[in-house]
């Protein structure tokens, strides 16, 4: 089980980390963040295919084409866990060294985006000391590291439950 889980978790955070490079250099280098977060969440999905295809080879070479529900959660969850920390481990690596200035551009995008929606000053000022307690928690690499490493959990974890409910299948 830990080769299956830790080849397939490795495949699907290399993937997803070199999205999210590619991504993140792109942007940078452009300043057009207009499709960040379709494009980052298009490359986390198309990561956790892996999730799904680790369970399957799971499933046919190790248990001989049987896995319970439970077993099959199991894999699929090591496996997002492996690939969230190669997305986390990334991110550290392009906020550090490509894009240290990411969240003052990210919170004078929304900032900008609220003033040309017509929000008021109050919502604006608002808005304004929410992003700067974000700030502030944000410059905690434990909490850098928990903010990231949700990202792409919640998206593995459903691509798990999905999985696991399609692959079951009990022994004949």
């Known amino acids: ?3 299956t889980i830790l080849t ?3 495949i699907s955070g290399a993937i997803a980390a070199l999205l999210m490079v590619g991504t993140a250099t792109y942007f940078h280098k452009t300043g057009d963040t207009n499709y ?26 190790v248990l001989g084409g049987s896995i319970s529900f439970g077993k ?5 969850l090591l496996i997002t ?4 920390l190669c997305y ?11 894009m240290p ?21 109050e919502q604006i000022s608002a808005q304004t000391a929410q992003m ?15 903010m990231t490493f949700l990202e792409p959990f919640p998206v593995g974890l459903l691509v798990t439950l999905i999985s696991a409910i399609v692959l079951r299948r009990k022994s004949a």
């Open 8 to 10: 397939y978790g490795l």
């Open 88 to 98: 986390v481990i990334a991110w550290m690596f392009v906020y550090h060294f490509i």
């Open 1 to 3: 089980m830990k080769k």
């Open 36 to 61: 960040g977060e379709y494009i980052g969440y298009t490359g986390i999905l198309l990561s956790m295919l892996f999730v799904f295809l680790g369970m399957r080879a799971y499933r046919e070479n």
């Open 101 to 121: 200035d990411f969240l003052d551009k990210y919170i004078a995008h929304a900032l900008e985006q609220m003033q040309q929606s017509g929000a008021s000053a």
């Open 81 to 84: 866990v492996i690939s969230c």
């Open 72 to 76: 099959a959660f199991q894999v699929g």
């Open 132 to 146: 700067e307690s974000y700030r502030k928690m944000y410059q905690n690499p434990i909490m850098r590291f928990g």
